[in-house]
C-alpha cells in the first residue's frame, strides 16, 4: 500500500461518525477511570457545560425573544435547562 492511499484512508476514518463515537467513548472511560483512581472512596462531581460562552449568549437571547411570561416549563424543556435558570435568565440580562 502506499503512503497516500493510507494517509487517504485515515483520513477518511477518522470524519467517520462511528469512529467518532468510538473515540468518545474510549475516551470518556479513560477519564472516568483516572478520575476514579484519583478520588477512589470519595463522591466527586463533573461539570461539562452543554454550550460555549457565545452559544450561551445567543440561546439566552432566543430564550427571552420566546418568553410569554407564562411558558416557562415549556422553554426548560426546549433548552434543556432548569426552570429556574429560565427565570433567572429572563429576569437578569447579564445571565446567559
Known amino acids: ?38 478520588k477512589a472512596g470519595s463522591e466527586f462531581r463533573l461539570y ?11 440561546r439566552a437571547a432566543l430564550l427571552r425573544s420566546q418568553y410569554n411570561g407564562s411558558n416557562t416549563k415549556e422553554l426548560a424543556e426546549k433548552f434543556g435547562l432548569s426552570v429556574r435558570h429560565v427565570r433567572r435568565i429572563v429576569k437578569n440580562e447579564n445571565i446567559s
Not at 487517504?8 to 478520575?35: D, G
Open 1 to 38: 500500500m502506499s503512503k497516500a492511499f493510507v494517509k487517504n484512508l485515515a483520513s477518511e476514518v477518522i470524519k467517520s461518525p462511528t469512529f467518532v463515537r468510538a473515540m468518545e467513548a474510549a475516551v470518556s472511560e479513560c477519564l472516568t477511570q483516572t478520575m476514579k483512581n484519583q
Open 48 to 58: 461539562i457545560p452543554k454550550v460555549g460562552r457565545s452559544q450561551r449568549s445567543q
